[in-house]
DNA sequence: TTCGATGTTGCATAC
DNA sequence: CGTATGCAACATCGA
């Protein structure tokens, strides 16, 4: 007689959930919806009030969904981390099954083993159900031999080898009831969230006190969806709620206008667009598994059929494979989340790059001592953080990011891109860890990826192409989206909305705006910047070396670039003379001599 | 092995 | 308004 778990986790829905189906094809007898509140996430990842605001929406309406269909069912949420967790309830709950599904990025991957090899140590059969992504990567691996794919086109070729994904399956009728859930003698000294709670990276989120872990089963002892007012979260800002309701019914809304769908082509599509958007929004939906990515696929497969359609890589359904190329991506990569030993990014001598000790050990921030040029770049990544770089295109971007937590992913190019190859060289790690706090959508595959793409470190090597301050233009003359998140600017002429620093005087009176007082004043001169940061680029690709190589390894990269750069300055023609002439990287240190510490998979 | 075509999404200028 | 061209220039893929 089987007695089931359901591990709940990036999948908060009840339609087309084919992990959720194998649970239930076990025919329980007791069925135990179950979320762990992990730490990881409550103090290590980066995770702003929008994006924790979403998250508990989605927790609460996939939890609501079980009790409508079954009124003594809910989804029951354990404050604690899952290696500890789950086992406690293995046994207390007499448990026979456990089913969860697959989830690919580094930290789930490894924990979700531990908990695999904890649960299977206690004689219960783990079953983990793929259905997060269209195609399972294994299934991909089995073709690719496991190698990188930095190229989309010859992926998706991969894909279309593989047989198409399937169709939905409906929520299901019916649920199990659970079993008695009776917990009283859990300790939480066996249970400590201590370790997690010394890496807070959150804490500049809160304007309360975290007492999420003061209970396992909530300050009501039912198991409810925490509150915000539990993790001491500061007020949410943002438009878009969660959950699997809003996410199906902003699905039918989007599914109404056929042409739009037909018709689409990323590229061209408005990054300044906020209401509505000039994409579907799905993102985040996606991303917490409130929307099934197949539910997505058909419907667009079913509207596109039989009709002169655009095609990957800019239709909506070329949009999902980039989400699949990414995934598969990250997968196969080492050390995907870093530039050290991460063998298809390009080394690149940023600015606020991580340092690490001889042992490969990463260096805190908190004891590095900066350099007057690393003490600007910092100002210059704060500026950028809080939309006060004093280029209003970019500032309203990064305050739109922070206030609502969603950009368009023309936007997202915009202010990648100056803060790495086009104007601030500063390190895309830090670009991305920015991101990973204020989207609501963020997804390890996703946004370290791209920003390895809009850093030209990996997938896109044309760093000489760089989006400008008035880019937004090319959509909206006038700034729609600057009038809407710096106000401030809001009275100037379309002329000046973009570049107000080439207002007159008395242009900028008439408007209220003073630089420097009202609105900043630019950060830097954009094009000598562009040109200083252009001249680093060009010596980085000269250079040619990636995350795996010695120097990377070994901490001497970045003197091995600066030498190239000295090289290249002293008047060395014999490279210019032959320009056509591709450098092949010094292959030296790829399988190593003695290398530091590092994650090997 | 070599070489040319291609690559989601640059910009400024010309017509 | 659109589209074409030059600008300086890279890596990957496959014929
Ligand atoms: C620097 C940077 C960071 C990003 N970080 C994230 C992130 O953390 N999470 C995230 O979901 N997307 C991320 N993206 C990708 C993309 O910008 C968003 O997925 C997209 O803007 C979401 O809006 P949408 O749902 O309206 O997209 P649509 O255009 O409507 O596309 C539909 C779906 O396709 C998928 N998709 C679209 N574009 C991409 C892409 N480039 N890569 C992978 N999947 C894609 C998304 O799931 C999206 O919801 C990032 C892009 C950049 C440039």
């Known amino acids: 007689m089987a007695r089931v778990i359901y591990w709940f986790r990036t999948d908060l829905r009840l339609h087309d959930s084919p992990a959720l189906q194998a649970a239930l094809d076990l025919k329980p007898d007791v069925l135990f919806p179950t979320w762990c509140f992990d730490p990881r996430y409550v103090y290590e990842q ?8 979403f998250l508990l929406e989605s927790m609460s309406d996939t939890s609501a969904a079980i009790t409508k269909v079954n009124p ?67 299934a991909i691996e089995a073709k690719t031999k496991g190698k990188p794919y930095v190229s989309y086109g010859p992926f998706v070729k991969i894909l279309e080898g593989l047989p198409q994904p399937p169709r939905p399956i409906d929520a299901p009728s019916s649920l199990p009831n659970p079993g008695p859930t009776d917990l009283a003698d859990l300790k939480r000294s066996e249970h400590s969230v201590d370790t997690w709670k010394k890496n807070d990276n959150n804490a500049e989120n809160r304007d309360g006190e975290d007492k999420i872990y003061a209970s396992f089963t909530g300050p009501d002892g039912k198991f409810s969806v925490p509150t915000m007012e539990e993790l001491g979260m500061a007020k949410a800002t943002g438009i878009h709620p969660g959950g699997e309701t809003e996410a199906l019914k902003r699905l039918e809304a989007y599914m109404k206008d056929k042409e739009a769908i037909i018709n689409f082509e990323k590229p061209k599509t408005n990054p300044g667009a906020f209401d509505p958007a000039a994409t579907t929004v799905l993102s985040p939906y996606l991303k917490f598994g409130a929307l099934s990515v197949r539910t997505f696929y058909w419907r667009l497969q079913d509207v596109v059929k039989g009709t002169k359609h655009t095609q990957p890589p800019v239709s ?58 690393e003490k600007e770049a910092e100002k210059v990544l704060e500026a950028w953080t809080h939309g006060q770089t004093g280029f209003p295109w970019i500032d309203a971007i990064m305050r739109q990011l922070k206030m609502h937590g969603w950009i368009h992913h023309l936007a997202r190019h915009s202010v990648a891109c100056f803060l790495t190859r086009g104007h601030a060289y500063i390190s895309w790690v830090r670009g991305k860890e920015v991101f990973e706090r204020w989207l609501i959508d963020h997804d390890p595959a996703m946004n370290t990826g791209n920003w390895m793409w809009l850093s030209a470190s990996a997938f896109y090597s044309q760093w000489f192409r760089v989006y400008g301050m008035a880019y937004g233009s090319n959509w909206d003359k006038s700034g729609a989206l600057i009038r809407e998140f710096c106000p401030e600017l809001n009275k100037l002429p379309d002329k000046y909305i973009y570049e107000p620093w080439k207002a007159p005087v008395s242009v900028l009176k008439e408007a209220g705006v003073t630089l420097g007082q009202t609105y900043p004043r630019p950060i830097f001169d954009d094009k000598a910047a562009k040109a200083e940061t252009q001249a680093k680029m060009k010596n980085a690709y000269h250079v040619n070396i990636h995350g795996d190589h010695e120097a990377v390894l070994n901490g001497t990269a970045a003197k091995m670039l600066k030498e190239g750069a000295a090289a290249a300055g002293d008047g060395e023609e014999s490279e210019s003379k032959s320009p056509s002439k591709k450098r092949k990287p010094d292959s030296k240190g790829k399988d190593g001599l003695k290398q530091p510490k590092l994650k090997m998979k």
């Open 46 to 53: 980066r995770v702003g009030p929008n994006r924790w605001k």
């Open 72 to 138: 003594k069912s809910q989804l029951f949420v354990l404050r604690g981390h899952p290696t500890t967790i789950l086992p406690a309830l293995l046994r207390k709950w007499k448990i026979s099954d456990i089913v969860w599904e697959k989830d690919d990025d580094p930290y789930t991957m490894e924990r979700d083993k531990a908990v695999e090899k904890l649960a299977k140590d206690a004689g219960v059969k783990v079953h983990v159900v793929h259905g997060h992504t269209l195609y399972d990567a294994e």
């Open 316 to 373: 909506l359904i070329g949009q999902c494979l980039w989400r699949e190329f990414f995934h598969y991506n990250m997968r196969v990569t080492p050390n995907w989340h870093e530039i050290r030993g991460n063998p298809i990014c390009k080394y690149i001598d940023w600015r606020l790059d991580d340092r690490y000790d001889d042992k490969g050990e990463p260096i805190p921030r908190s004891e590095w001592k900066l350099s007057d040029e």
